[in-house]
Each structure stands twice: as C-alpha cells, then as structure tokens.
C-alpha cells in the first residue's frame, strides 16, 4: 500500500527525471499526485526537501539489498557477485526515472546533501565489492585482485550506458518485439554480458 508521502515522492520522480529539479513545479507535483499542494508542504517543507527525500528513499532501498547479500552464508563469494549484478541491474531497469535524475546530478549537482548522498552510495558499494573480492580470494574462489573502484565502475558504467542507449540498439537492431518483451531480454543479455567481463577480471573459473 502506497501511503501518502510515498505517493507525493513517485510523482515527483517522474516530473524531475523528465523536467529536471528546476523546471519542476510544486503545482505540478501536487497535480500529478492529485493532492493539495499544501500537502508537500506537510510532508516535505519544500520542494528542495522532498527532492532530497526521494533520494534518501531510493538510496536506502539500494543499500538494504547490498547488506542483505552480504550477510547471506548459502551461496558463495561468486554467486553474491550475480546476485549483485542482478538486483543492481532490476534497480535501473525498473527505477529508470530516478537513475535518469541520477545521473544528471552527478554531473550538475550543487546540493551538498545529495552530493553526501551519492558519494555515501558509491562508497557503499565499494566497501561491498572489497568484502565479498577478499573473501572470495581467501577461499580461492577468485584467483585475480583488481583495483575495486575499477570493478563498481565496470558494473554502474555498462549498466547505465546500456540502460541509455536501450531505444537505440532496439533500432539498431530492428527489432519489432513489444517494449516489454525486448526489455526482458535486452536486460537478460546485458547481465550475462557483464557476468562475463566480471569472470575474467575475478579470476573465476566456473569448474575449477
């Protein structure tokens, strides 16, 4: 069940992925959440805030699937690695809208909040990455050490640039599958992809 605020935050997040924060109303907002516009105010203060907000909000889901992983004893270093990838990868396929507004304000952003926020982020996965590639080299499981920043920037990089030139590719290719059904195995493709590139710089050999 969507509450109210979680409502307002959704609205807002497709209106700045296509406006920007700028050219986004607080009546638009409040429009498109078909609320009155003293609501965001109520829940939010203003419009900079309930920006901040939706960022926090969406950068505390990405984090609780990282520390979940983590902490799993069932599957090995390897297989936390595709798991990684794959939930990452469902993150930017079905949260496009807030990956767009992300990727924007890592080029423009002034906010120091969500500058705090994104490095927070990145530093988070990093520290995640570094966890599971020590493990994993203890064990053997893994048999290469490659500098870590390198690593997330392999995975985040491919992910986003993929995800961006999604319309493209499907022209390129000529493809007439319906979005959904292209989507599900453009996504497919590219975790395999980067699962691949993931083996060869960790070392890992699947029937070692």
């Known amino acids: 069940m969507v509450s109210k605020e979680e409502n307002i935050l959704f609205a807002a997040e497709k209106l700045f992925a296509e406006k920007g924060f700028e050219g986004t109303s607080t009546r ?3 429009k498109a959440a078909n609320v009155n516009i003293s609501m965001i105010s109520y829940y939010f203060g203003s419009k900079e805030k309930l920006y901040e907000k939706l960022v926090e909000y ?5 984090q609780f699937f990282a520390k979940d992983i983590l902490e799993r004893t069932d599957i090995n270093e390897w297989q936390k690695i595709e798991r990684i990838v794959d939930q990452f990868s469902g993150r930017v396929r079905h949260h496009k ?7 924007r304000e890592q080029l423009h952003t002034e906010n120091p909040q969500i500058v705090e926020f994104l490095k927070q982020t990145k530093m988070g996965f990093i520290s995640m990455y570094s966890q599971v590639l020590e493990s994993g080299l203890k064990k ?9 920043y390198l690593l997330h920037a392999t995975v985040s990089g491919t992910l986003f ?3 961006n030139a999604k319309e493209m590719y499907k022209e390129f290719l000529n493809d007439p599958a319906e979005d959904e059904v ?7 493709e590219l975790n ?5 590139l993931l083996k060869d710089l960790l070392g890992y050999e699947e029937n070692k």
């Open 192 to 196: 395999l992809h980067i699962k691949y």
């Open 140 to 148: 053997g499981i893994f048999t290469k050490n490659p500098p870590i």
């Open 97 to 103: 809208c807030f990956y767009r507004i992300m990727q």
């Open 161 to 163: 640039y993929a995800s």
């Open 28 to 30: 638009e907002i409040s």
């Open 58 to 62: 969406r950068m505390n889901e990405g």
């Open 182 to 188: 292209f989507d599900e195995k453009y996504y497919t």
